[in-house]
Structures are given as structure tokens and as C-alpha cells.
């Protein structure tokens, strides 16, 4: 069976400051990865997707994101923090057509 | 817009109502999802339609039924309802079948408390 675990279930950072999201998944086979947002009082955006392309990731908004096989991680990460960033961040894993939710990650960012 | 329409936004309702919740997609894709979230808890699964065939029922209570008419098309009824069932309730829509490791679209969600 496969799972997902977001290290952090709140970061805070700056305005302008780099973000970091942690996440890491268990997977037996080849897995497809996705990072999603929730605003408040919305439904979950993707912010972008793997699967088995490029390693490194770049989605929507700035984000990027890299799969690293040998760590099994797949990390969030936006260079400079924006207000409008505040959100839950989601990490998830799909794999033989089951698809895992991490416990996600709240954001908030300081002026 | 979402290519995915939830309605209502907001639903309050008694143990003993019966209401529904609608979703509707746009997106043309064929499966079609109910996911439950919940404060402080990971996003549960419900149910799951491909090709308007129910192919996943993930041990949810009677009290909850599932619909779907078409492709587009996804309501659950709700009836005798109990207060820890007060949630977010969020419709996605995929395309090629359920899951496949093809992304989720998802609704705003339906914001439910019974009292």
C-alpha cells in the first residue's frame, strides 16, 4: 500500500522569503505526484503534477516542486513568498489507480 | 470558474431533513468523485463513478447516496443525517477513468452542518 506524509503541518514564513513544503510518500511501484492548494472556502486547485517525465517540476504561480527517487520526497518549494500564497497545501500520491491525500500543510506568510 | 460546480455553497439541515447535494462538471471527463474533508482529518474518499458505474464505495454509512445520471452529473442524497457528519463535502471530475493517475478537478465545495 501506498502513503503519503507532509512533514509539516504549519509553516510560517515572510513575504519575499523562499518556501518549503515537505512532503514524502511509500510507494511499491512507479508513482504519479501531485501538489495541490485549498484557498478558504474553495475546492483544491493542482498546483502541478509528476509522472516519470522530468524530475524537476514547475507549476503554476512559481511553484516547483522535485522528485527525488532515492529520498522518496517530492517538496514544494517557491523561490519568493507572496501574500496571496496563504493557503493548504496538499501532497499527493497515485499509484495502480489508488490515490493517497497527505494530512496537508497550512501556509502562512508575514508581511 | 472551476469547470466544476457545486451547489448549495452552504447547506444546514436537521437530523431528520433529507436534502441533496448537485455537482456538476464541464470538463467532459467520465469519472466523477464525492470526497468528505473534515477539520484536522486527511480527505476521505466516498464514492467514486466511471462511466456513470459506481466502481468504489469506501465503507460510507447508508445515510449517504450516491447518484449519477450521466458523465456530468453527480448528486448525493442525504437523509437522518448526524451532527459529526458536519463537513466540507467536495466533488472532482478526471478524465480516462477513475484515477489513472490523471489529475483531479475539483468543485468549491458544499459547506454542511447538521444541527
Known amino acids: 500500500a501506498q502513503s503519503v506524509t507532509q512533514l509539516d503541518s504549519h509553516v510560517s514564513v515572510s513575504e519575499g522569503t523562499p518556501v518549503l513544503l515537505r512532503c514524502n510518500y511509500s510507494s511499491s511501484y512507479s508513482p504519479s505526484l501531485f501538489w495541490y492548494v485549498q484557498h478558504p472556502n474553495k475546492g483544491l486547485q493542482l498546483l502541478l503534477k509528476y509522472t516519470s517525465a522530468a524530475t524537476l517540476v514547475k507549476g503554476i504561480n512559481g511553484f516547483e516542486a522535485e522528485f527525488k527517487k532515492s529520498e522518496t520526497s517530492f517538496h514544494l518549494t517557491k523561490p519568493s513568498a507572496h501574500m496571496s500564497d496563504a493557503a493548504e497545501y496538499f501532497c499527493?500520491?497515485?499509484?495502480?489507480?489508488?490515490?493517497?491525500f497527505g494530512a496537508g500543510t497550512r501556509l502562512t506568510v508575514k508581511p | 470558474e472551476t469547470g466544476v460546480t457545486q451547489t448549495p455553497r452552504h447547506l444546514v439541515m436537521g437530523m431528520t431533513n433529507k436534502k441533496s447535494l448537485k455537482c456538476e462538471q464541464h470538463?467532459?471527463?467520465?469519472?466523477m468523485y464525492w470526497y468528505k474533508q473534515s477539520a484536522k482529518k486527511p480527505l476521505e474518499l466516498m464514492f467514486v463513478?466511471?462511466?456513470?458505474?459506481?466502481?468504489e464505495n469506501n465503507s460510507v454509512p447508508s445515510r449517504f447516496s450516491p447518484e449519477c445520471p450521466n458523465s456530468s452529473h453527480l448528486f448525493l442524497h442525504l437523509h437522518t443525517l448526524q451532527p459529526e457528519d458536519s463537513a466540507l463535502y467536495l466533488c472532482a471530475s478526471s478524465q480516462v477513468g477513475a484515477f489513472a493517475n490523471s489529475p483531479l478537478h475539483f468543485g468549491n465545495g458544499t459547506r454542511l452542518t447538521v444541527t
Open positions: 499527493v500520491v497515485s499509484d495502480m489507480g489508488d490515490m493517497r
Open positions: 463513478y466511471n462511466f456513470k458505474e459506481q466502481t
Open positions: 470538463l467532459g471527463h467520465n469519472a
